[in-house]
């Protein structure tokens, strides 16, 4: 089959998925920029590429996707007229309050600017170095590098479409053939633009792809509902400083290295707290600047184990993971100013701290930085167990769980929960 990527008109997977039936409806945002589908030479609407169901796996997609059309270089030198505008009030930039977010800080504006010209200027440094460029790998970068963040930062570029997606194509492609010898995908940079087009077509390819229920290619998994440690994940006051330090850089900038995202994704799913993937995703939508409807949710399936993959226990830990890569916690230091001071054999475990040091370093643990609101170790094998019972479970039949067993999951969950002590008073703790 010689197949290749078209654009259609702006086909929303979103639009596709809130259909007749749809359990509920989301609130999150569809994509704004065009949806990307498979198409082949000589097929037909009876004739479907992949019979008309979307490859489910990275590999099968590279394989019945082909390269996209060549990007459009026609440029305008006048803008088409707006036509009639009588009756519109010309109305002013909304302010932050009137957008919804005046809860957020702006103590620290995030560094990235907006707009086509920030992307090319962005772009073209990206490009300058063929080296990097031609030896990029996905896995290998930091996720504590902040400075000078060890990737291109133009997903927010590509999401608002200030840049487009052909045209860096085109670019890396022209790097690679000065370079010769460069990696491939999935790990290379063309290989992180297919990613993206590769949850584009399985969302929308496949209904109620935003959700659990009613997603046919989503482990029905009974999350545990705890709205306490959930608001502590969501306002970096878990007491583990190197996912509260990343939950803060997202409020702060409203973006993050991809596996910082790991790292608090996997946390807060199937690695600690056992919470749904969808209020996870909800935070995404809200707070990262790049948020793109069918990727954010494509990861979210992913990161909790719910589809794509399905290894629960390979979990990030959030002390040695972080540690790996800063282990002197100048990332920690940076987004959590409280722990400035604590020294660097304590700064990913304070609890660890004696109280001497913990004064000396004017950073007392319960009192100026959270206790942690689970210890890891623990939480992390109740996690592999509930995730291996779900899995279980999620083999009866027609990929839903027994309701009743189900139920009896989750309960036992609820009494793991009352047995702990109660973390309502990591509210009264505020990460400055």
């Known amino acids: 089959m010689n197949c290749r990527l078209w654009t259609p008109s702006r086909t929303s997977a979103r639009r596709r998925r809130c259909g007749p039936g749809s359990p509920r409806t989301s609130s999150t945002s569809s994509p704004s920029s065009s949806s990307f589908a498979l198409s082949s030479s000589g097929s037909s609407p009876t004739h479907p590429?992949?019979?008309?169901?979307?490859?489910?796996?990275?590999?099968?997609?590279v394989k019945l996707a082909g390269k996209p059309p060549t990007p459009l270089t026609e440029t305008y030198s006048?803008?088409?007229?707006?036509?009639?505008?009588?009756g519109y009030e010309l109305l002013s930039v909304p302010a932050i309050?009137?957008?919804?977010?005046?809860?957020?800080?702006?103590?620290?504006?995030?560094?990235f600017r907006g707009g086509e010209t920030e992307a090319l200027k962005r772009l073209k440094k990206?490009?300058?170095d063929k080296e990097?460029?031609?030896t990029f790998e996905k896995p290998k970068g930091d996720p504590s590098a902040f400075l000078k963040p060890a990737t291109t930062v133009l997903s927010p570029y590509l999401k608002f479409g200030c840049l487009s997606s052909r045209y860096f194509y085109q670019c890396l492609h022209n790097v690679y053939k000065?370079?010769?010898?460069?990696?491939?995908p999935p790990v290379s940079l063309v290989g992180q633009l297919l990613w993206r087009e590769f949850f584009y077509t399985v969302a929308f390819g496949t209904p109620h792809f935003d959700q659990m229920i009613g997603n046919k290619i989503c482990k029905q998994i009974p999350w545990r509902d705890d709205e306490e440690l959930f608001v502590a994940w969501r306002e970096g006051r878990t007491g583990y400083p190197w996912i509260d330090a990343i939950m803060i850089q997202?409020?702060?900038w409203g973006w993050m290295h991809h596996l910082a995202r790991h790292s608090v994704a996997c946390f807060l799913t199937r690695g600690d707290l056992f919470i749904h993937w969808e209020k996870g995703r909800d935070v995404f939508e809200r707070l990262l600047i790049d948020s793109d409807w069918a990727i954010n949710n494509g990861n979210w399936l992913w990161l909790s184990c719910s589809s794509f993959f399905y290894q629960y226990n390979r979990i990030y830990s959030p002390i040695s993971f972080g540690k790996k890569y800063d282990p002197d916690g100048n990332y920690i230091r940076h987004f959590l100013p409280v722990l400035k001071d604590m020294p660097k054999e304590y700064i990913y475990e304070p609890w660890t701290a004696p109280l001497s040091v913990q004064k000396k370093a004017n950073c007392i643990i319960g009192k100026d930085y959270p206790k942690r609101v689970v210890v890891h170790d623990t939480a992390s094998k109740e996690c592999r167990k509930a995730m291996a019972e779900a899995y279980a479970l999620d083999h009866l039949g027609d990929n839903l769980a027994s309701k009743e067993i189900s139920n009896g999951l989750r309960r036992k969950l609820d009494d793991q929960k009352a047995s702990r002590p109660s973390c309502l008073e990591q509210r009264k703790i505020r990460i400055k």
């Open 132 to 134: 990097w460029v031609a």
């Open 78 to 86: 006048e803008l088409p007229p707006v036509g009639n505008v009588e």
């Open 250 to 252: 997202l409020t702060k």
């Open 178 to 184: 000065t370079v010769g010898k460069h990696t491939s």
């Open 97 to 111: 309050e009137e957008l919804g977010y005046g809860d957020l800080s702006q103590e620290e504006f995030s560094p």
């Open 126 to 128: 990206a490009l300058e």
């Open 49 to 61: 590429p992949n019979g008309g169901r979307p490859p489910l796996t990275y590999q099968s997609f």
